[in-house]
């Protein structure tokens, strides 16, 4: 009895010690999205392999702990790696691969196995990140728009906001999908229009399974957006297994979980709050600390392989005081409060029709709010209230057929209808009025193989509005050129897009004569794959903007505004603005195939718009250069350690006449000089280390950040102080250690 005891505690122990985990996931066709059954997958580097079911499921057991790629191959479609896999203990990663049918075989053409995304049935290169990228990238605190701005397209207002600027477009013009789901805004303190006022993003990145962003041109199936779409796609819940974590750090605590709740329903949620506003007291901060929480969640019904149901949540509150003490302190005129809501709850179908089509189609309500008060330092009266509520209804259907190997095509259309109420008050004047404006698109596109070398797209989007009440049309063509023995690709892109001018000045124009602005965009792209994990890329580019909101030629005197980058409450608006941007981007990019992975990317171009005097100007984000290098190693699972410099040119400004602010107790500006001077230049070092722990019961993160490594005064923007009677300036960040923990379960 004794020596059996002995030889079961050697069997637990033995597999307490070993330290074992899965690789899972399911293989389909991306032309049909139906399961593929018998493709081949192999661990890389080992013998160990599977082959997928009749419902394209796989599974591989009995790995060691640690990261691993995977090699997917099937009969008739392209091969494609999987990297950044990490198997562990008590968890695992169920992945969603899409096998692209072979149809770029020519003569002459080396067709190569990449761990990239992109693939030769791509309508427009774009550049995608999946989950366990997102979670390491360095300087980004898992914020989706601080990862996607170390891309050399995107240029950011500083670490204070969450803000993108694409290609010289303003942090209004991008447009973000969830699962084919429209969603406002990705940020918290976000306003009606779409900017962030706040350094925190709204989307839980341990949702994400991937995200695909367009920068470049985007296809026709997204619409209403100027510069940039981004395609994120949640993860589904678990199916076999109930699982989780719970997350703590400098800022905020969250949980997640997911699992299953019948055979054919899988969930997955979570909850995050800040907590600094709960200590703000005890430590001495002056309320001026931002405070945050979101919940989001997805549901999954699937009935069959040839539909799913999915139900999305995603809700976002926060909240910004400013005390009166701490405005006196910093020099500041104001104090008061800024709160922000989103809620948006979406329904999507996906059904397979047959082999050759399939269709995705998704009904979302969302409603903001957002809500400000400020008050006077000196007489504690009211000096600027705003309460916006904005309310968006969005149908859309995307249908996908196949006709053959070499030709496909795409087409749906979107409803789209937005309501805006407003109450604005401003220096004793108020402004109050409401707008309802309906969008009707639809759109189509085709895809074939020419010459045996040549992928070309060509579709249009074709929109209606109920304030300019005619059609619109919008083409777009992709040419994807490949040289044969495997010397790149030449990609050209050219296409038109449309976008509403904001809903306050439609609100004031009482003829209802402003347009939609428009922008015509061209890019000569060359792309070259130099190993299966290194690729290089060079763009040229130009964006041209017609129809934008300005004031009329009497104001311009006053205040020169290029309306676009900086929304303000004007009357007489017109729709004549035009403005340019031109550019040359470098992308160096190495994916994680071996310890080593990184970004090298760098931008020089301009963005000028034109006065009503015709006075070339630059826009708000002129920042004419951009640089940023983003490289990691892990040499194990154990631990990581990684980096991101950033550099960019000097922000374009104003210059404040002391002078006469302090005559009129009131800033004033050098308006013949707008935006002619610029702020120092900008760079920054972020430093991330993350060690990984395996526990009885699950495992165990932990990393910290140094923000600022260096402690680089950058500065953001100049304001004259009636306070002080001088001339101030507001900077970013300065050296901020970040840290955390996840406990995954």
């Given at each position: 009895?004794?020596?059996?005891?002995?030889i079961?505690s050697?069997i637990?122990?033995?597999s307490?010690?070993?330290?074992?985990g899965?690789?899972?996931?399911?293989?389909?066709?991306?032309?049909n999205?139906?399961?593929l059954?018998?493709?081949n997958?192999?661990?890389?580097?080992?013998?160990k392999g599977?082959?997928?079911?009749?419902?394209?499921?796989f599974?591989?057991?009995?790995?060691?702990?640690?990261?691993?790629?995977?090699?997917?191959s099937?009969?008739?479609?392209?091969?494609k790696?999987?990297?950044?896999?990490?198997?562990?203990?008590n968890a695992?990663?169920?992945?969603?691969?899409e096998l692209?049918?072979?149809?770029?075989?020519?003569?002459?053409?080396?067709?190569?196995?990449?761990y990239?995304?992109?693939?030769?049935?791509?309508?427009?290169?774009?550049?995608?990140?999946?989950?366990?990228?997102?979670?390491r990238?360095?300087?980004?605190g898992?914020e989706?728009?601080?990862?996607l701005?170390?891309?050399?397209?995107v240029?950011?207002?500083?670490e204070?906001?969450?803000?993108?600027?694409?290609?010289?477009g303003?942090p209004?013009?991008?447009?973000?999908v969830?699962?084919n789901?429209?969603?406002p805004?990705?940020s918290?303190?976000?306003?009606?229009?779409?900017?962030?006022?706040g350094?925190?993003g709204?989307?839980n990145?341990?949702m994400?399974?991937?995200?695909?962003f367009?920068s470049n041109g985007?296809?026709?199936?997204f619409?209403n957006?100027?510069?940039?779409?981004?395609n994120i796609?949640?993860?589904?819940?678990?199916?076999d297994?109930?699982?989780?974590?719970?997350?703590?750090?400098?800022?905020?605590a969250?949980?997640?979980?997911?699992?299953?709740?019948?055979h054919?329903?899988?969930?997955?949620?979570?909850?995050?709050?800040?907590?600094?506003?709960?200590?703000?007291?005890a430590i001495?901060a002056g309320?001026?600390l931002?405070?945050?929480?979101?919940?989001?969640?997805?549901?999954?019904?699937?009935?069959?392989?040839?539909d799913?149901?999915?139900?999305?949540?995603?809700?976002?509150n926060?909240?910004y005081?400013?005390?009166?003490?701490?405005?006196i302190?910093?020099g500041e005129d104001?104090?008061?409060n800024?709160?922000?809501?989103?809620?948006t709850?979406g329904l999507?179908h996906?059904?397979?029709w047959n082999?050759n089509a399939?269709?995705?189609?998704?009904i979302?309500?969302?409603?903001?709010?957002?809500d400000a008060?400020f008050y006077?330092?000196?007489s504690?009266?009211?000096?600027?209230?705003t309460?916006d509520?904005?309310?968006?209804f969005?149908?859309r259907q995307?249908?996908?057929?196949?006709?053959n190997?070499?030709?496909?095509?795409a087409?749906?259309?979107e409803?789209?209808n937005?309501?805006?109420?407003?109450?604005?008050f401003?220096?004793?004047?108020?402004?109050?009025?409401?707008?309802?404006?309906?969008?009707?698109?639809?759109?189509?596109?085709i895809?074939?193989?020419?010459?045996r070398?040549?992928?070309?797209?060509?579709g249009?989007?074709?929109n209606?509005?109920d304030?300019e009440?005619e059609?619109?049309?919008a083409?777009?063509i992709n040419?994807?050129?490949?040289?044969?023995?495997?010397?790149?690709?030449?990609i050209?892109?050219?296409?038109?897009?449309?976008?509403?001018?904001?809903?306050?000045?439609l609100s004031?124009?009482?003829?209802?004569?402003?347009?939609?602005?428009?922008?015509?965009?061209?890019?000569?792209?060359?792309?070259?794959?130099?190993t299966?994990?290194?690729?290089?890329?060079m763009?040229?580019?130009?964006?041209?903007?017609?129809?934008?909101?300005?004031?009329?030629?009497?104001?311009?005197?006053t205040?020169?505004?290029?309306?676009l980058?900086?929304?303000?409450?004007y009357?007489?608006?017109?729709?004549?603005?035009k403005?340019?941007?031109?550019?040359?981007?470098?992308?160096?990019e190495?994916k994680?195939?071996?310890?080593f992975y990184?970004?090298?990317?760098?931008?020089?171009?301009?963005s000028?718009?034109?006065?009503?005097?015709?006075?070339?100007?630059?826009r708000?984000?002129?920042?004419?250069?951009?640089?940023?290098?983003?490289?990691?190693?892990?040499?194990?699972?154990?631990?990581?350690?990684?980096?991101?410099?950033?550099?960019?040119?000097?922000?374009?400004?104003?210059k404040?006449?002391?002078?006469?602010?302090?005559?009129?107790?009131?800033?004033?500006?050098?308006?013949n000089?707008?935006?002619?001077s610029?702020?120092p230049?900008?760079?920054?070092?972020?430093?991330?280390?993350?060690?990984?722990?395996?526990?009885?019961?699950?495992?165990?993160?932990?990393y910290i950040?140094?923000?600022?490594?260096?402690n680089r005064k950058n500065?953001?923007?100049?304001?004259?102080?009636?306070?002080k009677?001088?001339?101030?300036?507001?900077?970013?960040?300065?050296?901020i250690?970040?840290?955390?923990v996840?406990?995954?379960?």
């Amino acid at each position: 009895m004794a020596m059996k005891y002995v030889i079961i505690s050697l069997i637990l122990f033995q597999s307490l010690s070993h330290s074992e985990g899965t690789i899972s996931g399911n293989i389909i066709d991306k032309t049909n999205q139906l399961p593929l059954e018998g493709a081949n997958i192999s661990v890389v580097g080992t013998i160990k392999g599977v082959i997928s079911d009749k419902n394209g499921d796989f599974l591989i057991s009995e790995l060691e702990n640690g990261f691993y790629s995977i090699s997917v191959s099937y009969m008739g479609y392209e091969s494609k790696f999987v990297a950044d896999i990490w198997v562990r203990d008590n968890a695992y990663e169920f992945l969603k691969i899409e096998l692209n049918p072979a149809i770029i075989n020519y003569e002459g053409v080396m067709v190569t196995q990449s761990y990239f995304s992109k693939t030769s049935v791509d309508q427009y290169n774009s550049i995608s990140f999946n989950n366990d990228e997102i979670r390491r990238a360095p300087g980004s605190g898992q914020e989706i728009s601080r990862i996607l701005n170390a891309l050399p397209s995107v240029a950011s207002v500083g670490e204070n906001r969450q803000d993108m600027l694409v290609r010289g477009g303003g942090p209004t013009e991008n447009g973000f999908v969830i699962d084919n789901i429209h969603i406002p805004s990705i940020s918290h303190f976000n306003t009606p229009d779409g900017r962030s006022n706040g350094p925190i993003g709204m989307i839980n990145t341990e949702m994400v399974d991937d995200i695909e962003f367009f920068s470049n041109g985007f296809p026709a199936e997204f619409g209403n957006k100027l510069s940039s779409y981004g395609n994120i796609s949640y993860r589904d819940g678990k199916k076999d297994s109930l699982a989780g974590n719970v997350s703590i750090g400098m800022g905020g605590a969250g949980s997640l979980i997911e699992g299953s709740l019948l055979h054919d329903v899988t969930f997955i949620g979570s909850y995050r709050r800040s907590y600094l506003d709960l200590i703000s007291d005890a430590i001495n901060a002056g309320g001026g600390l931002p405070s945050y929480d979101d919940l989001q969640g997805k549901l999954k019904y699937s009935p069959s392989h040839y539909d799913a149901f999915t139900i999305l949540l995603v809700n976002g509150n926060s909240l910004y005081e400013r005390k009166k003490e701490e405005s006196i302190s910093a020099g500041e005129d104001t104090y008061g409060n800024v709160k922000n809501k989103q809620n948006t709850i979406g329904l999507g179908h996906r059904h397979i029709w047959n082999q050759n089509a399939y269709s995705n189609t998704s009904i979302s309500i969302s409603k903001q709010n957002a809500d400000a008060t400020f008050y006077e330092n000196q007489s504690d009266t009211i000096s600027l209230s705003t309460n916006d509520i904005f309310r968006t209804f969005n149908a859309r259907q995307i249908n996908h057929i196949q006709f053959n190997k070499i030709l496909s095509s795409a087409f749906g259309f979107e409803i789209q209808n937005r309501n805006l109420e407003y109450d604005f008050f401003l220096n004793n004047v108020n402004s109050k009025n409401d707008v309802l404006v309906t969008n009707l698109s639809s759109f189509m596109s085709i895809k074939s193989i020419l010459f045996r070398k040549v992928l070309i797209s060509i579709g249009s989007r074709f929109n209606w509005n109920d304030f300019e009440r005619e059609i619109l049309i919008a083409p777009r063509i992709n040419v994807d050129f490949s040289f044969s023995k495997g010397w790149g690709n030449i990609i050209i892109n050219s296409g038109r897009y449309y976008q509403n001018p904001p809903e306050k000045y439609l609100s004031v124009v009482e003829e209802n004569n402003l347009e939609s602005i428009n922008t015509t965009q061209h890019s000569l792209t060359f792309e070259k794959l130099i190993t299966s994990s290194t690729k290089f890329s060079m763009s040229v580019y130009e964006k041209k903007y017609n129809n934008a909101p300005m004031m009329e030629r009497n104001q311009i005197f006053t205040d020169p505004t290029f309306l676009l980058d900086q929304l303000r409450t004007y009357r007489n608006i017109v729709s004549n603005g035009k403005a340019k941007t031109t550019g040359v981007e470098l992308l160096f990019e190495k994916k994680r195939a071996t310890n080593f992975y990184g970004l090298i990317g760098g931008t020089i171009y301009k963005s000028t718009y034109h006065d009503q005097l015709g006075v070339k100007r630059n826009r708000n984000n002129n920042y004419e250069y951009l640089f940023n290098i983003v490289g990691g190693y892990r040499p194990s699972s154990r631990w990581e350690i990684s980096l991101r410099w950033s550099l960019f040119g000097g922000r374009p400004y104003t210059k404040i006449d002391l002078v006469n602010s302090n005559l009129d107790d009131e800033e004033v500006l050098f308006y013949n000089e707008f935006n002619r001077s610029r702020t120092p230049i900008y760079h920054n070092l972020f430093l991330r280390y993350e060690r990984r722990k395996k526990m009885k019961y699950g495992n165990i993160i932990t990393y910290i950040e140094l923000w600022n490594a260096y402690n680089r005064k950058n500065i953001e923007t100049y304001f004259w102080s009636r306070e002080k009677q001088d001339i101030l300036e507001t900077a970013y960040f300065s050296f901020i250690p970040v840290g955390g923990v996840e406990i995954e379960f």
